[in-house]
């Protein structure tokens, strides 16, 4: 069943679609959820919540257009949401782009994906949701751009800052190739 | 290539996904240029790190079931805690009693041309009533200050021609057919009759008005002018 037939299915109220759709794509919402709360508890919690919005606002979905994006999008909002409430909640203002990186220089220069995933979780969430869309869910500009509502030359800015930042960030940390 | 060409092919090849292979064109300006240099180094280390980003991370088993079992449930948009619904309910019966209460007296002030009010008309006895006591209030406010103002003037003058005066101050007598109409009248009474004269300099500045009433000498006539016309 592809993505056309599926929201057809979900449309016509087919009992199994919804479970089709979740097993489906539950692996990108859940990564893209992951990667901006940085918590797997969070994660789950937004990941669900994006899953509901999604099947309670299916009916007015184009059966032509691609479903993740539109999941994505839905979950890059609800990130959103959960990080502001996460910001307001007393004892958690403290944003990983506020911190000081009082962690010891870098000892093993190889390991690269933890430095890479350090660096990201300090990066604005903006940044960070267009960096994870484009470079862990492989979408291209103009479906992040309809995903995140923005135009593509914003999502081509936030991209290249957070590169910068991110390279800037790994120099710091004394990582080299 | 400048230095912001030099950025912005960079970002290019991190888009292409395809950063790995040399570039001639990027070389040679990284070897004119330090700083460009340094952040072609930092560029592709980026580059490298991007290649090493793991496998996806997945939701625990399960995950499924518990979304549909929620979805299976009332949304929780549509429950309404009892503290909101008791907030919504106590709005309500404010707004309710408010707009009561603002009917009531808008139709008790008003009487229908030529409809005499009923005797028996519980809202226009209350008007009536209301607005006989509101006259004899305001007619007595009016005399309470029509008998207050005048021997206050009276007296204000005299303390500050005493004051004014060297020597002890004379008694000021003050007339028995005034009856004081207030404890304060009384005292300031008490205090001038006693030679008090408590007014220094800002005092009589700031009184100075009661000064100005008294009637004064009337001016020269003006000199004529030398020469005349």
Redesign the interface.
Known sequence: MDDRALVESLLAGDPHA??VL??RF???V??LC?RMMGH?HD??DV??ET??RA??GVVGFDPGRPLRPWLLGIAANRCRTALGKRVRRPGLTESAEDCVDRRPPLSDPDD??F??ERALDRLRPEYRTVFTLF??QNLAYEEIARALDRPVGTVKTW??RA??E???H??RRG??? | MDCREFESVWNERLDARDAAGPSAALDAHASACPKCRALGARYQTLAQALQTLGPLPTPRPGFADRVLSAAAAPPADDLIPFRVWWTRVAAAAVVLVSVGLGVRVWTAGRVAPGVAPGPVSAPTADSEDLNRALTVATRATLDLAREASAPAARVGRQVLVSAALPGPPPSLGLPESVSPVSSVWETVGDRVNAGVGPLGGSARHAFGFLFRSTPEAPAPPPAAPKGGA
Do not use: K, N
Request: include cysteine.
């Open positions: 919804p479970r979740i097993e539950q692996g990108v859940f990564a992951y797997r994660a789950e990941a669900q899953f509901l099947l309670r690269l994906a430095e890479l470079h862990e991209l290249h590169r910068g991110l390279a800037e790994l120099s990582v080299r190739c």
